[in-house]
């Protein structure tokens, strides 16, 4: 079993940072690819991020591709999205998740967040 737990979500201005931070709990953080999804209001929830077990491999949407960056640090059981050049499209709730593939499709991921709103103004 594990546990997830989001927190850095927040409002910015367009063109701002933020970084997301998800805390997993137990001691096998390190088996888990972890991703990064998002759902904005009235939309289905869709991909961001992933990364591998030793983070040596990750991939992104094409929508924020080259302006997030997904990392991990598997001595503090966490996983970050740092998202920079924030555009009012990228305001949603993301939620991070674990699976023990390395996949971008939701439905193999077998752990969620609860999720931490990232709103982005004009």
């Known amino acids: 079993q594990v546990q997830l737990v989001e927190s850095g979500g927040g409002l910015v201005q367009a063109g701002g940072s933020l970084r997301l931070s998800c805390a997993a709990s137990?001691?096998?953080?390190?088996?888990?690819?972890m991703g990064w999804f998002r759902q904005a209001p009235g939309k289905e929830r869709e991909f961001v991020a992933r990364?591998?077990?030793?983070?040596?491999?990750?991939a992104y949407a094409d929508s924020v591709e080259g302006r997030f960056t997904i990392s991990r640090d598997n001595a503090k059981n966490t996983v970050y999205l740092q998202m920079n050049s924030l555009k009012p499209e990228d305001t949603a709730v993301y939620y991070c998740a674990a699976a023990r593939l390395v996949t971008t499709r939701q439905n193999e991921y077998d752990y969620w967040g609860q999720g931490t709103q990232v709103t982005v103004s004009s």
């Open positions: 990364i591998n077990r030793s983070g040596g491999s990750t």
């Open positions: 137990g001691r096998t953080f390190s088996s888990y690819g």
